[in-house]
Structure formats: structure tokens, C-alpha cells
């Protein structure tokens, strides 16, 4: 007695070789739909990927430009310190009466001149 | 092999199958035990692993003066320390830390060997320290930001601005008053971190600095009233001194200066004596000084007009059994003569006109008694009984200012209300605060109340121009400018005998000017001063140098002729007492 055949049976019991014959000679609509979603969505995670890789890499650059700013701020605190301490009135007192001789004006020595 | 040929295909199928699934069902139990069962325990870890508390240094606020001139900043600055348990040779790792930080090996080992789980080896390290530890990379040594106080101006100001300890907390003067405003946020932040602990993102919020201050103080005058006070001090052999200046019409202190002084930078080695600040925690009796408020009481009631006289009593007047002296005998004399020479005895017959319950309220309205309310801490309120308390003396005491104690700043206080024409102003240290988002906030004046009418505090500055025109204050006379003012030499009590002590006094001065428009009311207090030492002698010669350097550089032209000007007279017909 003969095999009965039937159309679902014979396309599964196909050999490799062929299927991969057919599929050249062109993909059905619905493989391509199938196609199209999965690069799609691969794309998706490519993007998410790419993303996080980004996120991460302005991380780092935004962390050592914080610590760039915060050492020139500290540098400017220290300079300000510096100069403020400079410009102690006592030091520069002392250094104008013991280094150039100078002396507190006399009643009558000062001048006010009004502004025009 | 002919057996697997021989197996359907479905029933190979059907093993794949179970087999699968029995493989996906030990990965959702895996699945379920981990996410469901030790869901918390194991996120807890993960935190750990890729999330961190970052420590971040103090930012406390920077303090400047009235013109924008930094008094004081904070800076970042590590401190080291050690877990004991972690570190593995502590004799070794002590003579590296030991060449680095400049300290005994000893020390370090001791702390390194101690029972405690965390020790600090140094606080606040220099820079170039912390960067060498860093280098070192020790096993149980660590680095911790902190921000370190600088005072780059030394001494000055110093007991008003006060400073702040090791842990960045205020601990005296305006530090500690305003700790709140100078603190600023966390001092830490969460961050995302990678495998090698590198931040890779900040998740918590951003830490934030504390408020600026503006003080009222300008480094200037500061500096002027600092030198010249230091200078009596000296030459008198004074144990301490006090000098304030102030705008009369807003209360803003514009210096505060205490002898001896100190550095805030080494607050730790100075004595607290030093550090007190006795402008407002040491109450004095004021003496002569104090005739301004019986003056003040006298002329707003109409109880002597400015021209009446007074006998003098040769310089002796007996109250209670008890004589009170003059320091020269006087006959007749107009009230302006009471005040411009301190007569005593005048001072006490204007007293018994005023009466007790009316000089009580006016010694209060002027604020004795109760703290001025200056933002500053441990301010005294003095002394001051109710009259029921008082004795036969005390309101004879009282007029010549003793039977009270007042602290300096109330004093200027009280002067300064009868500068501004009649106002009582709270006195500050404080002109603004510039917070975080950079928007600035100003303080207000504040009168407390209305002491006496705008022509009684008139007439009162014509009688306190004569006190330093031709009486006790002439050493504060300033040519080019009127000068009101009054002196006071008061005997302080000696604890051991419990009477006034005829060596030890306290010389004061307080004053205003220019007499006509004041621009400044000072006070200088010389605490002890050795010799023949009075008010008008010791303390009104600074002011008079503390008034000309500060006019000067507040460009207030001279108002008047170098040459001395007389005070008005009041032509009412004189009364006799």
C-alpha cells in the first residue's frame, strides 16, 4: 500500500538542502515580517547598548571635569587666602612704616577735595 | 545505534522536550529563589558593589567684611586615618606615616596598636601630606576630605568672628551664631561607581555650600581701633581694654576690638580668658560715664534745665551717713558744668530731683539690665536692682554710676541713642548673607524703642560737647570736628576686702561724632590701667585717634575750624539747687 501524502507532511519532511534552495529563490512575506521585527529590534538593543555605553563614557568625562573645576576652585580659594592674608592691614603697616619710612599724616596734611 | 535510528522522531522529540523543560524549571526555581526569596539580601550587595557613599569636604560658608574683604575661608584639606584591626605591620607602616605627616613614630604606632576599630593619625593635612599617603597605599590607612578654617588675618576681629573647631563647628563668636547659616548640605553623595570604584555617575543630590556672611565690621576701622587700643593698653600697663565702633543711626558695629587678643588659627593653645569677648560678657560699673542716662532722665522730664545751677559743696556731699567726693572741690556751677567737669556731687543732686522710680525707668528704657540682643553669643545683661531693693545710698550711687554694672556694649548703646536723636537701635555684626543660589539677604535696623525726645538728645549733645571742649574728655577733643562724649573712672570692688579698691579702676570714655551729624559712636574701655590713670587720660586719647584715622577714611570732611568751638548756651534764666 502505498504512503498517503499530504501537502503539510511533505514540506516538513524535506531535506535541509532544500529548504535552504527555496528559501534563496525568495523569503515569504511572512518570514520577511518576521525578519524586519527581529532587525528591529535588534537595532533597539544596539541603540540601548550604544546608549548605556554613552551614559557611561560622559560619566567619566563629567567626573574628571568636576575634579578639573573643583581643584581650580580650591587653587582660586588658596590665591584669595593668599592675598587677603597679604593685604593684612598690620603687615601692611608694618612694612610701610619699618620698610619705606612712612608715617600717619599730620592734622592739615590731609586734603579733602570735593567731586565735581 | 540501530536502536536510536529505530526511535520515532516524535518520541525524540518528546525526551528534547522534557528535558527542556525540566531545565527551565530548575532556572525559574534558580530565578524564583534569587529574585523572589533572596531578592533583598542580594540587591542590598549589588547596591554595595556598584553604588557608594562618597564623603565630601565641609563647605562652610567664606565671611567677609562690610566691603566685600575675606576675613574667612574654608578649605579643602584631608585627614588620614587608620582601621588598627586592618592594618598589617603597624611598626612599619608608623615610620612611613612618621616621615610623611612629621610626627613621632611613637605616636602613631601607639594609635595603631590601640584597641579602637577607627583612630585618626592627623586631622586637616597639607596637601602635599595627604597627596604621600595617598601614595603610599597602606593596608588599613585611609584618606577623609575635610575643609579646614583659615583666618588669614590673624587676630583680627577675632573675638567677634570667634572660631570653628576641628569637626568644621562653630564654637565661639559669630561662628557659633550663626553655625546654621555657615553650615552647608550633606557632606556626602551616593554615586554609581564602576569595577575599579571609578565614579561613574551622581545619584543622590549634589552637596551644597553654607551662606556667606557680610559682617558689619570694616577691616579698616577694625584694624584702626585693634592698634590704638593695643598701643593704651600698653602704655598704661592696663590688664585688658575694649574698644567699639559704631554707626549710631543703624547699630552696625563697624569694629570690636578686645586687648589682649588672640589667633583664632591656634584658638586651642590660647587661654579662654583671652578669647572672652569682654565687650559684652564683662560687665563693669561705669562710673561718670554712666551721668548720661541721670543727664538723659533729668532734661526729658524738665527737671533741670541745662543752665541751672548747683552748689558744689566744696567737693563733699554727705548722703546716709556716707560721703560721697568730688575729685576737685567746685561751688556754684550750671548743670553743663556738672557734666563737662563730673562734678559727683552735682551729679547726686540731680539725682534725688529725678527720684527712684524715674531713674529706674530710664535706666531700663536705655536698655541696662536686659542683654542689648546683638547677634552675638554669651552676652551678660548687667546689673540693675528694682528700687524696692535699693538702699538710702543707691540712688545717690547710681547717679555717679555706681550700684549697676553694664557690659560696654550697652554702654555704646546707650550713647548711641542719644547720637541718633533719641532711638534706641539694637547693635549687629551682621550686614548680610549671601546664600547658596547667590541671592543675598540683608539685615534691617531695628529700634527698640524711643528713649528720649530729638530735643532733649540735641540739648544733651551741646552739654556732652562740653565735656570735651572744656571738661574731663579735652584728651578726645579732634580738630576739624565736634566731639560729644563723656568720661568715667570707676573704682572696682576687690573681692578679697569686699570694698572699692582705691588702686584698681576702670577708665572709660564714650562719645560721638561729629556732634552735629554723628557718623560714629565709639567707646574705649581701659580695664586696670597702673598709675594716676583717669578716663579722660587713658581712654578718651583713643578714641580721639580712633576718631580722626576712621573720618579720614570715611572722607567725613572736618565740620568745624581746627580751632575749638563753644557750645551753644542756652539763654533760659538759671535755676538755683
Known amino acids: 500500500m502505498a504512503p498517503e501524502v499530504r501537502s503539510g507532511s511533505i514540506q ?25 521585527v527581529c532587525g528591529v529590534l535588534l537595532l533597539g538593543l544596539l541603540f540601548y547598548v550604544w546608549q548605556h555605553i554613552q551614559v557611561v563614557r560622559l560619566g567619566y568625562q563629567i567626573e574628571r571635569h568636576r575634579a578639573a573645576q573643583a581643584s581650580l576652585t580650591q587653587e582660586g580659594k588658596t590665591l584669595r587666602m593668599e592675598l587677603s592674608r597679604l593685604r593684612s ?28 | 545505534m540501530t536502536a536510536s535510528f529505530a526511535t520515532p522522531p516524535r518520541a525524540r522529540i518528546a525526551v528534547l522536550a522534557v528535558l527542556l523543560a525540566a531545565l527551565l524549571g530548575v532556572v525559574g526555581a534558580r530565578l524564583y529563589v534569587i529574585q523572589i526569596i533572596r531578592h533583598e539580601r542580594l540587591g542590598t550587595r549589588a547596591e554595595g558593589q556598584y553604588e557608594r557613599r562618597i564623603p565630601v569636604a565641609a563647605k562652610r560658608g567664606t565671611i567677609y567684611d562690610r566691603r566685600g574683604r575675606m576675613l574667612v575661608i574654608t578649605l579643602d584639606a584631608a585627614s588620614v586615618f587608620a582601621h588598627p584591626g586592618l592594618v598589617q605591620d603597624p611598626s612599619a607602616t608608623a615610620t612611613r606615616l612618621a616621615r610623611v605627616l612629621r610626627l613621632p613614630v611613637r605616636e602613631i604606632q601607639a594609635k595603631l596598636r590601640s584597641d579602637q576599630p577607627f583612630v585618626w593619625i592627623q586631622r586637616q593635612v597639607d596637601p602635599e601630606q595627604a597627596e604621600a599617603v595617598s601614595r603610599l597605599s597602606l593596608p588599613g590607612v585611609g584618606l577623609v576630605p575635610e575643609g579646614k578654617r583659615y583666618y588669614p588675618k590673624k587676630d583680627l576681629a577675632a573675638h567677634l568672628i570667634g572660631f570653628a573647631g576641628v569637626d568644621n563647628r562653630g564654637l565661639e563668636g559669630l561662628e557659633l551664631a550663626y553655625e546654621r547659616l555657615l553650615t552647608g548640605g550633606p557632606r556626602s553623595f551616593v554615586s554609581r561607581v564602576d569595577a575599579r570604584g571609578r565614579i561613574v555617575f551622581r545619584e543622590s543630590k549634589e552637596t551644597h555650600p553654607g551662606a556667606d556672611l557680610y559682617l558689619t565690621i570694616d577691616e579698616v576701622i577694625q584694624h584702626v581701633a585693634e592698634r590704638e587700643l593695643d598701643a593704651a593698653v600698653r ?23 578686645n586687648s589682649p587678643a588672640y589667633n583664632p588659627s591656634a584658638y586651642a593653645s590660647t587661654s579662654p580668658a583671652f578669647r572672652r569677648n569682654r565687650a559684652l560678657t564683662d560687665p563693669y560699673e561705669p562710673g561718670s560715664a554712666f551721668k548720661l542716662v541721670l543727664a538723659a532722665a533729668a532734661l526729658e522730664e524738665r527737671l533741670v534745665r541745662p543752665d541751672d545751677l548747683f552748689y558744689g559743696e566744696e567737693g563733699t556731699i554727705e548722703v546716709g551717713g556716707v560721703k560721697i567726693r568730688d575729685h576737685e572741690k567746685h561751688g556754684w556751677m550750671t548743670f553743663r558744668d556738672v557734666m563737662a567737669f563730673s ?150 570692688l576687690d573681692h578679697e576686702t569686699g570694698r572699692y579698691s582705691p ?36 581712654a578718651a586719647p583713643v578714641f580721639r585717634e580712633i576718631a580722626r584715622e576712621t573720618l579720614n577714611y570715611l572722607a567725613s570732611p572736618p565740620t568745624t575750624s581746627p580751632e575749638r568751638v563753644a557750645g551753644r548756651r542756652d539763654e533760659a534764666s538759671p535755676r538755683f539747687n
Not at chain 2, 600697663?237 to 570690636?256: C, S
Not at chain 2, 588702686?503 to 597702673?530: C, S
Open chain 1, 12 to 36: 516538513q519532511e524535506l531535506p535541509f538542502g532544500v529548504r535552504a534552495r527555496r528559501a534563496k529563490r525568495g523569503l515569504s512575506p511572512e518570514s520577511k515580517q518576521k525578519l524586519i
Open chain 1, 89 to 116: 592691614l598690620k603687615r601692611v603697616e608694618e612694612f610701610a612704616r619699618r620698610e619705606l619710612g612712612m608715617v600717619n599724616p599730620r592734622p592739615g596734611q590731609i586734603i579733602q577735595i570735593e567731586e565735581p
Open chain 2, 235 to 257: 602704655r598704661s600697663g592696663a590688664r585688658a581694654g575694649t574698644a567699639i565702633v559704631m554707626d549710631p543711626a543703624t547699630g552696625e558695629i563697624l569694629a570690636l576690638a
Open chain 2, 343 to 492: 562734678s559727683n556731687v552735682g551729679a547726686v543732686k540731680v539725682g534725688m530731683k529725678v527720684g527712684k522710680e524715674r531713674f529706674y525707668s530710664y535706666i531700663t528704657s536705655f536698655g541696662f539690665g536686659v542683654p542689648t540682643g546683638v547677634d552675638l553669643p554669651g552676652e551678660n545683661h548687667g546689673v540693675i536692682r528694682r528700687p524696692r531693693h535699693w538702699s538710702h545710698l543707691s540712688l545717690s550711687a547710681l547717679s555717679i554710676g555706681h550700684e549697676i554694672s553694664a557690659t560696654a556694649l550697652q554702654m555704646i548703646s546707650a550713647m548711641g541713642a542719644v547720637a541718633n536723636g533719641g532711638s534706641l537701635i539694637r547693635p549687629r555684626a551682621l550686614l548680610a548673607v549671601r546664600h547658596p543660589d547667590g541671592s543675598v539677604e540683608e539685615t534691617k535696623p531695628l529700634a527698640v524703642r524711643r528713649v528720649i525726645s530729638p530735643e532733649t538728645a540735641r540739648t544733651l549733645t551741646s552739654i556732652l560737647t562740653e565735656v570735651v571742649e572744656r571738661g574731663t574728655g579735652q584728651g578726645a577733643a579732634l580738630p576739624g570736628h565736634r566731639v560729644a562724649g563723656k568720661t568715667g573712672t570707676a573704682q572696682k
Open chain 2, 503 to 538: 588702686t584698681k579702676v576702670v577708665a572709660f570714655f564714650v562719645g560721638y561724632v561729629p556732634a552735629e551729624d554723628p557718623r560714629l559712636a565709639i567707646l574705649v574701655l581701659v580695664d586696670e590701667p597702673q598709675g594716676i590713670a583717669w578716663g579722660g587720660t587713658v
